[in-house]
């Protein structure tokens, strides 16, 4: 039995060769507590649940607003909005390009549901960038992909647990190529992005802190001067504009700082391993990546596609994937999404 329903949460299926598609359902087969909709392929997620044994009915659905409530075997039908199909020869564990093919057109659909009104969040399995290369779609990541489908908007990263936020002004590039990037616009449209993102998630007035890229912030000139004619000149224009944006500080030190949200709400990190390395230090199962900048939010899980667990079972005949970090991407796009707000970038 299906009814109207409140806007659902699309859930991508991710690349399916790797462990998307089995958390995806571990997150069904547990109880999500808000309504989804996995965008993907229904056969193929059947397949999935009979070889994993958990007695999840798999529906494929037509409308994001008619969803399955009717319980089978005490749980609520897995609600499936069919987009690109699966080879049923796909290899688990390895790298296919008809799975980053296919994890591409999930994204997509999903982005158009999102941008139509007929989701208010998008949740992101795992992909694989290679894959996605293979297959003739060349962009870094999600984040990429995700800011041209919305029509080259300028988006960031945010990695967020519940301990620490961090935005990144360079994201997918070699760390060479990104000091090379980094300009005055370029942070100041990031610490701008990011006060909009964070007002938007109910944070009245943000303190941002904003981590240098040399050590000691360079410690005036000494070790680099991307912090006296970059990145102090950027924190100057955003508080002209009422940010609340204090820096640079030094790097090894100012996640510390921020810990807790005791004395900052987040840091901005000049490149992607500066600012993800103390979120994943904190705790793989809990960090979440939010896409902030789109019209609309997006979460995702803060690990990769994992090969190496992907069809694999224990003695007891269970997969080894752990959905944690998926539900805690879920848990956030719903309180994101909730506030329901213009600008809410979450």
């Not at 204090?246 to 990190?269: H, L, N």
């Amino acid at each position: 039995m299906t009814q109207v329903s409140a806007r659902p949460i699309a859930i991508t299926l991710g690349d399916a060769c790797g462990i998307g598609p089995e958390i995806v359902l571990k997150a069904f087969a547990g109880g999500l507590g808000v309504p989804a909709v996995v965008i993907g392929d229904p056969s193929f997620l059947a397949r999935e649940a009979t070889r994993l044994g958990l007695a999840l009915q798999i529906e494929q659905v037509e409308r994001c607003d008619r969803l399955p409530t009717e319980r089978v075997n005490g749980l609520t039908p897995v609600p499936v909005l069919a987009s690109a199909t699966l080879p049923v020869d796909l290899p688990v564990g390895q790298l296919d390009a008809r799975a980053g093919d296919a994890a591409y057109r999930f994204i997509a659909d999903a982005a158009t549901l999102a941008m139509n009104g007929d989701v208010r969040a998008v949740v992101t399995a795992p992909i694989n960038k290679e894959a996605l290369h293979r297959a003739g779609h060349d962009y870094p990541g999600h984040t990429e992909l995700l800011a041209k489908l919305a029509g080259d908007v300028p988006v960031r990263m945010m990695l967020a647990n519940h301990e620490l936020r961090t935005v990144l002004v360079t994201i997918h590039l070699a760390l060479r190529d990104a000091l090379d990037t980094l300009s005055r616009e370029l942070i100041r449209e990031t610490l701008a992005i990011t006060h909009a993102a964070l007002c938007a998630a109910g944070i009245k007035a943000p303190r941002i802190a904003v981590a240098g890229v040399n050590p000691h912030a360079g410690e005036g000139g000494a070790f680099g001067r991307e912090e006296i004619e970059l990145i102090a000149p950027a924190i100057a224009d955003a508080k002209a504009l009422g940010i609340d944006a204090s820096g640079p500080y030094p790097p090894d030190t100012v996640f510390m700082r921020a810990r807790g949200f005791s004395q900052f709400d987040v840091v901005i990190a000049m490149y992607h391993d500066q600012g993800l390395i103390p979120v994943k230090y904190l705790g793989m199962d809990e960090g979440v990546n939010i896409t902030i900048g789109l019209p609309y939010v997006r979460t995702s899980p803060d690990h990769g596609t994992a090969f190496d667990l992907a069809g694999r079972l224990d003695e007891r005949g269970q997969g080894l994937a752990d959905p944690s970090s998926l539900l805690a991407a879920l848990h956030q796009a719903d309180i994101l999404s909730r506030a329901n707000r213009p600008g809410n970038t979450g």
